[in-house]
């Protein structure tokens, strides 16, 4: 998904880093910062519906140095697969369910990757049903396979943002630090 968002927005990607989860990235946020010294840094967070601003306010109070004007922290409110779900036309298409089945507003969502899942589980394509999601309705193995595959090769970034408001949030600012370090 970054490395989608990124190029839409006309940035350069040399890495993407997946972390794994909140408690492996956030102790490592002044390490990104820092390096953002040098080139520019953008690390995507789910907000786990946690205030955003209250997060991100928080997230960035331990930093003993000022925010690097390469760095930027977006936080995905409530997490990246309402971004996904925010194409409903074009993941419906993508898990081969109905595009009556996807949420009309995704950020609304408690867990958009509850959903996710629960619309993966009712695909018509067997595929997506035993790679995307498990019998007891936890990712599956291919889980993040097929979510990259989406976001890079399906997902209309456009479409996807006019029905996010954290996504067009993140895109004004992905843009705005290309301009920055370009």
Known sequence: MARA???????????????????????????????????????????????????????LAPLTEPISPLFQLRIVDPMTEAWLLADGAGLASYLKVARSKIPRDPESLQHPKQTLLALSSKSSSREIREEVVRLDGKAGPLYTDHLNEFALRHWDIDVAAEHSASLRRAMVRVRELGAVSG
Do not use: M, Q
């Open 5 to 59: 968002l990124a190029h839409h927005c006309g940035a350069e990607v040399s890495k993407v880093i997946v972390k794994g989860g909140k408690t492996r990235l956030d102790p490592l946020i002044a390490n990104y910062n820092r390096a953002a010294l040098r080139e520019p840094w953008v690390v995507f967070r789910d907000s786990d519906s946690v205030c955003p601003v209250d997060l991100r306010r928080a997230l």
